[in-house]
């Protein structure tokens, strides 16, 4: 059965580091890619990264220069780390699975809902 | 950035009805290898996106025929013909042939 869990801290204060883990079940990260997308509370879907199935990632511009996507395959574990944190990254964040070269994110986690607060 | 048009933003509708929600592109959806990357998202109260309809048209395993997809190019549509309560929710639409990928902004489907 096809499964991803993200999981994370609840709370960040301002400034501090974001890190999330997605724990996948049910297919391997050496044949699919995971996308990370994130909604802030009553708002839309916004595109944050992906790391390919052979290893490679890609951010969005936006969020590029705060933004690190690494996976461990051993474990079926990827992770995002964001840093610089503002009360404007409190968001669910959610990982997605696509089939490599697919283009069709088609799995999605349960989403952790994180708060950048003091 | 590709910026995707959702309209419209609310939908009111009747169990039974029809619904038919827009996503317009600012740029041409066709990739260089011929498909056209433009998916469609039904995200229920509570929970997280479940695709419906991938590359346009393709409905996803286990999606009933009541939901279809069409268009091309920059204008795409999703229909849902005999609306069921368990339709009810935000719809989006996704681009993935440019990068970043983008969302549109939403419709909200609810019950008239």
């Known amino acids: 059965q096809v499964q991803l869990k993200e999981s994370g801290p609840g709370l960040v204060q301002p400034s501090q580091t974001l890190s999330l883990t997605c724990t996948v079940a049910?297919?391997?990260?050496?044949?699919?890619?995971v996308h990370w997308v994130r909604q802030p509370p009553g708002k839309g879907l916004e595109w944050m990264g992906v790391?390919?199935?052979?290893?490679?990632?890609r951010y969005n511009s936006a969020l590029k220069s705060r933004l690190s996507i690494s996976k461990d395959t051993s474990k079926s574990q990827v992770f995002l780390k964001m840093n610089s944190l503002q009360t404007e990254d409190t968001a669910t964040y959610y990982c997605?699975?696509?089939?490599?070269?697919?283009?069709?994110?088609?799995?999605w986690g349960q989403g952790a809902s994180v708060t950048v607060s003091s | 950035d590709v910026v995707m048009t959702q309209t419209p933003v609310s939908l009111p509708v009747s169990l039974g009805g029809q619904a038919s929600i827009s996503c317009r592109s600012s740029?041409?959806?066709?990739?260089?290898?011929?498909?056209?990357?433009l998916h469609w998202y039904l995200q229920k109260p509570g929970q997280s996106p479940q695709l419906l309809i991938y590359?346009?048209?393709n409905r996803f395993s286990g999606v009933p025929d009541r939901f279809s997809g069409s268009g091309s190019g920059t204008d795409f549509t999703l229909k849902i013909s005999r609306v069921e309560p368990e339709d009810l929710g935000d719809y989006y639409c996704?681009?993935?042939?440019?990068?970043?990928?983008?969302f549109g902004g939403g419709t909200k489907l609810e019950l008239k």
């Open positions: 997605a699975r696509e089939r490599a070269i697919s283009h069709v994110m088609d799995a």
């Open positions: 049910g297919f391997s990260l050496t044949s699919y890619n």
């Open positions: 790391i390919w199935n052979t290893g490679g990632t």
């Open positions: 740029q041409s959806l066709v990739h260089s290898n011929g498909n056209t990357y």
């Open positions: 590359r346009v048209s």
């Open positions: 996704l681009q993935s042939t440019h990068f970043p990928r983008t």
